[in-house]
């Protein structure tokens, strides 16, 4: 039996428009999971939404202000927070440098519902 190794995904081909943000879909991918990579300034970050699987974040650098069902985290570099499948959930860069999160998405494609567009599902892919 011969085992295909995937290819490394450039960072570039993540890039979501012209800003910091990389998006990775793992279905197009060969993945069980996907990703953002959020690199946000000051104030900066997605408003309230949901996704039918849990999310997770990694902070990996910056100082963020996490709402999950109206109660209200603060994180630091380092810290690791879950929104629970269906829970409304959105996060702020709450510091004065630049926020670095890895949001990890337990599902092959990205889903969400944005709290002020009820029922409308964003689901980004390249096709």
């Known amino acids: 039996m011969t085992t295909t190794i995937p290819a490394i995904v450039p960072a570039a081909e993540l890039v979501v428009g012209t800003g910091r943000l990389r998006r990775f879909i793992g279905v197009e991918h060969g993945a069980a999971v996907s990703y953002f990579f959020v690199d946000n300034e000051p104030g900066q970050g997605p408003d309230i939404h949901r996704h039918p699987y849990a999310e997770t974040w990694v902070l990996l650098d910056g100082e963020a202000r996490i709402t999950i069902d109206g109660e ?35 599902s092959d494609r990205i889903i969400q519902e944005w709290q002020d567009e009820p029922g409308v599902l964003d689901i980004p892919t390249s096709d």
């Not at 570099?77 to 999160?101: E, I």
């Open 72 to 106: 209200t985290l603060d994180a630091v570099a380092g810290d690791t927070a879950t929104a629970p499948a269906g829970a409304w959930h959105g996060f702020k860069n709450s510091g004065s440098g630049r926020l670095r999160v890895l949001c990890i998405h337990a």
